[in-house]
């Protein structure tokens, strides 16, 4: 985890750094200063990543427990029956296999059928499934999300996704509040403190900034759901990947009940069209089950 964590920043400082000198060259920095801006463009850059990485890794170390709290998930400690002790069992048996520590094993109530992974590492993880899921799917079915969910926290998609939104909410932190500046100092011509255009100018480009930065968003977690797929297949059987996949697909006709903060993380998303697809955390179920179909 922690050479993943270091490839991501290095890489994000490179990015930076190009952006940086990309600002020189243009002589964005001359501009404004030809309008009598103090604008420092690099300590700006700087402090939008600190502020849009801050967010991102809170929300990744404490989303283990925001998860319990908000799905009301019970970590089976000591299984007090047979299907607690398969689930268990199912479990440890896939994270040996993934060479990665015992995830904890949790369950929620919700007549949905449906399962996540959560935790910042991959030997500190919670694998939780409904009791939804449980009721109406075979144990080859079950063992098979399972395995989809193990493979994410072994491929480390939880550390992915934060270090993936922290860039995005660098970069919309930045372009907005740049774009705000360049409103009020250059085309309004404000020579005193920020004023109205500034402020409302900066809100409106964060918010579609923001937009537009969750496409990219959306288009790694879905990568990241094929990949986790095809390491369940691997972990529990192809067939009986596609066997879960296709009854999750019949059970929640589209529908993803979970919260938004976790909806990421569960196996089972939403169907969308067209611009809509844009914007949806999880391929179509029928695009998966063809990815594992077209594997040998």
Do not use: C
Not at 116 to 145: C, D, I, P
Not at 160 to 178: D, E, K, M, P, Y
Not at 190 to 198: L, S, V
């Amino acid at each position: 985890m922690f050479k993943r964590i270091a490839l991501f920043i290095g890489t994000n400082i490179a990015v930076l750094a190009v952006l940086s000198i990309a600002i020189q060259l243009l002589g964005l920095e001359e501009v404004l200063r030809g309008t009598g801006s103090q604008l420092n463009v690099q300590g700006l850059l700087i402090l939008s990543a600190v502020i849009g990485f801050a967010g991102s890794f809170i929300s990744l170390f404490v989303s283990k427990f925001a998860a319990k709290m908000t799905m009301g998930a019970k970590v089976i400690e000591n299984p007090s029956n047979a299907l607690e002790s398969w689930l268990v069992g199912t479990v440890q048996r896939q994270a040996q296999q993934a060479n990665i520590g015992m995830p904890e094993v949790a369950v929620y109530d919700s007549p949905e059928p449906n399962a996540f992974a959560t935790g910042w590492n991959r030997n500190n993880s919670l694998v939780a499934v409904s009791t939804g899921l449980l009721q109406n799917m075979k144990k080859e079915e079950v063992e098979a999300v399972l395995a989809h969910e193990v493979t994410h926290v072994a491929n480390g998609d939880m550390v992915t996704l934060a270090l993936i939104q922290g860039v995005v909410n660098t970069f919309v932190i930045f372009l907005s509040r740049l774009v705000g500046h360049f409103v009020d100092k250059v085309l309004l011509r404000n020579e005193g403190h920020y004023g109205p255009g500034y402020y409302l100018t900066s809100i409106v480009a964060q918010i579609v900034f923001g937009i537009l930065a969750s496409t990219i968003v959306m288009w790694f977690s879905r990568q990241r759901e094929f990949r986790a797929d095809a390491g369940g297949a691997q972990l529990a059987g192809r067939q009986n990947m596609i066997d879960a996949l296709a009854r999750l697909d019949n059970m929640s006709r589209g529908k993803n009940q979970l919260p938004e903060q976790l909806s990421a993380m569960g196996i089972s998303g939403g169907v969308g069209q067209g611009l809509k697809r844009l914007f949806m955390s999880h391929p179509p179920i029928s695009e998966r089950i063809d990815a594992l179909q077209r594997t040998v």
